[in-house]
């Protein structure tokens, strides 16, 4: 049955009016959801406002029956109670997700780094390349800036190429990369060495497992780009020694590209792990950090751990090089995963001591082993020791710290816009007797069909045919037309005419 209600009989289903009628300042703002079947939503709403002394605002017919409205708290208890109200709410301050700060750029300091320019604009980027050694990196994620990549995990043992471009098929490898590098946009998170090109080289499937032969080849690739690629990250690992992977990094890292290696999750010697064990790499341990801040006195987040210490999964030992946050991460996801995540590991870890690297490699290129060590004494020497060593080895490693401008003093490039290319509009104006017009000429693109904007606002949506005529308002003297593609932002110059 649906509620019909004329303006007499809503007076008398809205009878307790509030008198005085009170100040403006003292209302509130609610939203007031009707029963489903309710008509008249627009009058309804008025004579509330009518009834209650209360302001009335939006009117919903569609998604739901209901209206917004400005009333005192009392006035709101009353419209609730009538029985044409499904509820009342309050009406709630929403805000745009903006760049979120992840607590493990700030316990290493990046940002109160003022060289690292991180204030979420994203005109400033560090001019270095990054290998991410994993699963792939998401090509389409907007928070990351991926150069290229190639892909060599396979679905079985055999393989005999690196083919494809090394697209995330599980997520991993996204998370590493945008701890690494994730852009300083104001969006999303930013990561240590905001904007480094990153190269996706797939050595995990889908299941983020791979072979050693399928990682010896995307070192192989990495090695035969040294010239543009200088460091590499490879969370990953596993028990046991390999001579060959051992090797393979030593060739390349011959050739100028630091390695920063996760130490592994097994609470055990990291030189039982293969690549944390290699003399060749920087072994990079887990600390558990919930609050960003060196105090030991965040509490945990999305596990249970002790703040400002070693993370209680981490592997630990004489071979372990720094330590860095691996605890409730925040970083990049693949969109179809969600676009964030938060996950924990040493595999987090690894890619802040990465982008450390990738910060002193920015301004000191590696070319020879040599260089490539220089990289890592620096990196350690930068550390502190503001955190609890619990792991009983006698052997504590300095914490990740890039807050020293001087050491951490990135070579930076600016970011160009560069304008769409392809639509280039012109526009001839005319009068017949006392009607105006606009004739719109414009080469075709490859849309479909083409918005017309006429001073900032959209008059049609059109066939993308090249052509199309205007009939403004007579009261319009002059006007600035262009066109752009259907629903999105690429548009052509803009042309002012006047009549």
């Not at 791979?210 to 690739?221: F, K, M, P, R």
Request: proline share 5%; with cysteine; charged share 15%.
């Amino acid at each position: 049955m649906k509620y019909i209600v004329s303006r007499i009989a809503a007076a008398a289903l809205f009878v307790a009016a509030i008198t005085p009628v009170a100040a403006q300042d003292a209302l509130q703002p609610y939203i007031v959801v009707l029963r489903p079947g309710t008509a008249n939503v627009p009058e309804v709403a008025a004579e509330v406002a009518r009834a209650y002394g209360g302001q009335p605002g939006f009117v919903y017919e569609h998604a739901l029956k209901g209206f917004s409205i400005k009333a005192l708290p009392q006035a709101a208890t009353a419209i609730a109670s009538s029985p044409l109200v499904a509820y009342v709410e309050k009406d709630m301050l929403h805000t745009i997700d903006a760049q979120a700060m992840p607590t493990g750029i700030q316990r290493i300091f990046a940002n109160t780094n003022a060289e690292l320019d991180i204030d979420g604009t994203d005109d400033y980027r560090v001019d270095v390349d990054v290998a991410v050694i994993d699963t792939g990196i998401d090509w389409q994620h907007p928070d990351l800036n991926v150069a290229g990549g190639i892909n060599c995990a396979a679905g079985n043992i055999f393989r005999v190429s690196c083919t494809g471009n090394g697209d995330d098929d599980h997520y991993h490898g996204t998370h590493v990369a945008g701890t690494i590098a994730a852009l300083d946009n104001g969006v999303g998170v930013v990561g240590v060495a905001p904007g480094a090109r990153l190269w996706a080289v797939k050595v995990l499937n889908s299941q983020g497992s791979g072979y050693t032969s399928w990682i010896v080849a995307g070192i192989d690739w990495v090695t035969a780009r040294a010239s543009s690629i200088e460091v590499a990250n490879m969370s990953l690992g596993g028990s046991g020694y390999s001579q060959a992977e051992y090797d393979a990094i030593q060739g390349a890292v011959s050739k100028g590209v630091a390695f920063a290696v996760s130490a592994g999750n097994s609470d055990a010697d990291a030189s039982n792990y293969s690549p944390a064990a290699f003399d060749n790499v920087l072994t990079v341990s887990a600390l558990a950090d919930f609050d960003g801040l060196p105090d030991a006195l965040g509490s945990p987040t999305c596990r249970t751990d002790q703040d400002d210490t070693l993370a209680d999964f981490s592997n630990w030992g004489s071979v372990v090089d720094i330590a860095a946050p691996g605890v409730c991460i925040l970083s990049t996801y693949p969109l179809e995963r969600g676009e964030y995540g938060t996950i924990s590991g040493t595999s987090m870890s690894s890619p802040h001591a990465a982008g450390g690297l990738a910060l002193l490699a920015s301004s000191s290129n590696p070319s020879n082993a040599a260089d490539v060590y220089s990289l890592y004494a620096k990196l350690k020497n930068a550390g502190n020791y503001n955190w609890t060593d619990d792991s009983g080895d006698s052997a504590k490693e300095p914490l990740l710290d890039v807050s020293n401008t001087s050491t951490f003093n990135p070579a930076l490039v600016p970011v160009t816009v560069v304008p769409p290319a392809g639509i280039t509009l012109s526009v001839t104006a005319y009068k017949v007797k006392s009607a105006k017009y606009a004739d719109l000429a414009w080469n075709k693109t490859t849309s479909t069909n083409v918005d017309v904007y006429r001073n900032g606002s959209v008059v049609t949506t059109t066939a993308n045919d090249g052509a199309y005529t205007d009939k403004p308002p007579k009261t319009v003297a002059s006007a600035t037309y262009k066109v752009c593609e259907a629903s999105t932002s690429t548009c052509s110059n803009e042309k002012t005419v006047s009549w």
